[in-house]
């Protein structure tokens, strides 16, 4: 088997940075590829197969490139680069980077992480209405939010509203204790966090109480006309297409909504088409409205999480065969 030696120059001021604690990050991709790699002093030898090789030369190029920018290499963005060498163009992955949408409560910069949630974020930006579908932890709930609140603090819209259909498995609202507002907030509750850590809890108060901030079931929108307003609508996938339809002519002048939602997670009835499904069918040619399929690639949990979703994408494939 023929083998191959690279010799790439990198700073001395980035090698901890790109070699991570303890070599994690180098061990990691020598790992993945089957290659060998040795910090060389003023240049870093990587052996093995020229494909392999190759390969492991595009990732420490781009972790340096990353160190560069002053970003910090997590496992998530290691990940990412490994699994996106073979099919991606690299360039493109390095514009994710410099795209920083808001600074959370605590400063802390909110971006896209992966090429997926880029092309996400672009259109919402150039589009009025965005679907956005993909599986749990692809970001799409978190990035509409920042996307709003951006939006919101730049005088682009003057208020931000949050809504979802208060749909669950099982049970039924009535079977809860306490009013309306305390039966629905339990299923309002992942917006409300996504609101703390980007505005901070007392900002968030604050515009609650000024009625520019919010946070409703779906029942609520009936009626109303949202003009000059970001509004998002999470968990799409229990509307019914009657209640898609009523949201989605609730738009007006000067507004902008975001649908986010998992079709593979509808808990409607087995008799109940899903409003999101109808939807992305009935108006995908549509100008002005924006559709994008996030997948498993995009997953920015957990390693693990994205291996989940893997096993039973796979499991709900043999089951259709």
Known sequence: MEMRERLLEIDNGYISAIFGRFDSNIKKIEKEFNVSIVNRGENVKITGTP??????????????????????ITEQNLNYLIQSVSDEDMGEIQKIYGDQICLTANGRPVRPKTLGQKKYVDLIRNNTIVFGIGPAGTGKTYLAMAMAITAFKNNEVSRIILTRPAIEAGEKLGFLPGDLQQKVDPYLRPLYDALFEIMGAENFNKNMEKGVIEVAPLAYMRGRTLDNAF?????????TPEQMKMFLTRIGYGSKAVITGDITQIDLGSDKRSGLSEAT????????????????????????????ILAYEKAENKKRK
């Open 51 to 72: 494909a392999r090789v190759a390969c492991a030369e595009r990732v420490v190029v781009s972790l340096e490139a990353l160190a560069k920018r002053g970003e910090e």
């Open 231 to 239: 509004i998002v609508l999470d968990e799409a996938q229990n509307t």
């Open 281 to 308: 069918k009935i108006l995908s040619s549509i100008e002005d409205i924006g559709m994008i399929t996030l997948t498993n690639k995009d997953v920015v949990r957990h390693p693990l999480v994205q291996k989940i």
